[in-house]
């Protein structure tokens, strides 16, 4: 099931449930072990350069890509340069505008249009800079194009669910190399939110509280599973992750909408994300990873019992056939020992 990382012979492995979603995950390696092995190999990656002028999403190239939706910029006119963040339909979209939204029967089967959105959020006009390799400020830009798009979304017409979210390097399923994350708007809700909202609201129905602040609450009280704290937020190894480094970033104050953020909250982000980014570049050699923002749906007005947060996934094992055939994943590095590693852990230099 992995690449770079072999279990221990003699590790007891253990079952642990997620909280929220109590999906059993297995814990299957032990403490003792470096970083170092875990670590994508030096020389897997290769040097990118400043500017390509071949790439769609690098400065002078705006007339390559369909029409911007919003940007952040410092001057210049639409689709020009002079330009932060800039926020374009994808070309290649998963989910199309056009469409209706009747659903079908196809025999037994259920189907309907693929309707929706897909948009890319060009994070920096430097073709070769991750997230955490950014200034704060322009960590803060990216943050605030996101906000900007839900809140399109929630105000206008009804997409059941927006989800954020980014690929970074090979193993993360990234096609183009400029810094990017992706936006898809759909008309149904996926799985994993709807089991989410389902435990958060079970939880507040029997203990008359939110799961995301129990957790928080008893992360800060062990301090086991914390990586960094900050006013607004707590960036956390996930107890039952299911990758090794799983790491989620909460925020205090509750919230069910990323949206909802003000503007103090969101230059905190900026901090936090930057800074367990650059934690685990620096941890696992620059390893490819994805994240999701996870926030309620606009189309549910009803929502109480949620908590938006990030889910941060480094890619450094490959799934195998039991995570696809049973859902339970392995996770080779134990959370704790995680913690320990990220908490210690400094963004590359260089
Ligand atoms: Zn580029
Ligand atoms: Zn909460
Ligand atoms: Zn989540």
Redesign the pocket.
């Known amino acids: 099931m992995s690449v770079h990382v072999r279990r221990d012979a003699d590790f007891q492995p253990e079952l642990r449930k997620n909280l929220v979603t109590r999906e059993w995950v297995v814990i299957a390696r032990g403490r003792g072990k470096r970083p170092s092995d875990f670590a994508v190999p030096t020389g897997e990656q290769e040097p990118v350069p400043e500017h390509d002028s071949k790439c769609p999403f690098c400065t002078g190239n705006e007339k390559n890509t369909p029409p911007e939706v919003f940007a952040v910029r410092d001057g210049g006119g639409a689709n020009s340069g002079g330009w932060t963040v800039r926020v374009v339909p994808n070309k290649f979209a998963a989910l199309r505008r056009e469409g209706s939204d009747q659903v079908r029967q196809v025999g037994l089967h259920t189907a309907r249009d693929g309707h929706g959105a897909h948009e890319v959020i060009i994070e920096s006009p430097a073709h070769n800079l991750d997230l955490w390799e950014m200034t704060e400020g322009q960590v803060e830009s990216v943050i605030e194009a996101c906000q900007q798009r839900f809140l399109a979304y929630e105000s206008g017409e009804i997409l059941h669910y927006v989800l954020v979210f980014r690929n970074h390097g090979a193993r993360a399923g990234t096609s183009l190399e400029h810094p990017h994350s992706q936006l898809i708007a759909a008309p149904v809700m996926p799985r994993q939110l709807q089991v989410e909202m389902q435990g958060a609201a079970a939880y507040w129905e029997y203990l008359g509280k ?4 129990a957790l ?1 609450e008893d992360e800060l009280r062990s301090g086991e599973r914390i990586v960094l704290e900050t006013r607004h937020f707590i960036g956390v190894t996930a107890f039952a992750g299911r990758y090794p480094f799983e790491t989620w970033i909460l925020p205090k104050r ?1 919230a069910i909408r990323f949206a909802a953020m003000s503007e103090e909250e969101a230059a905190d982000l900026a901090r936090v994300l930057k800074d367990t980014l650059g934690r685990l570049a620096g941890c696992l050699n620059r390893p490819s990873y994805n994240y999701a923002i996870h926030t309620a749906p606009a189309a549910e007005h009803n929502v109480r019992a949620y ?1 938006w947060h990030m889910e941060i996934f480094p890619r450094i094992t490959t799934l195998g056939g039991f995570e696809l055939g049973s859902d339970i994943y392995i996770n080779v590095v134990a959370p704790e020992e995680a913690a320990v590693f990220l908490r210690e852990a400094k963004a590359p230099v260089g």
């Open positions: 939110c799961v995301y602040c928080i509750r908590h």
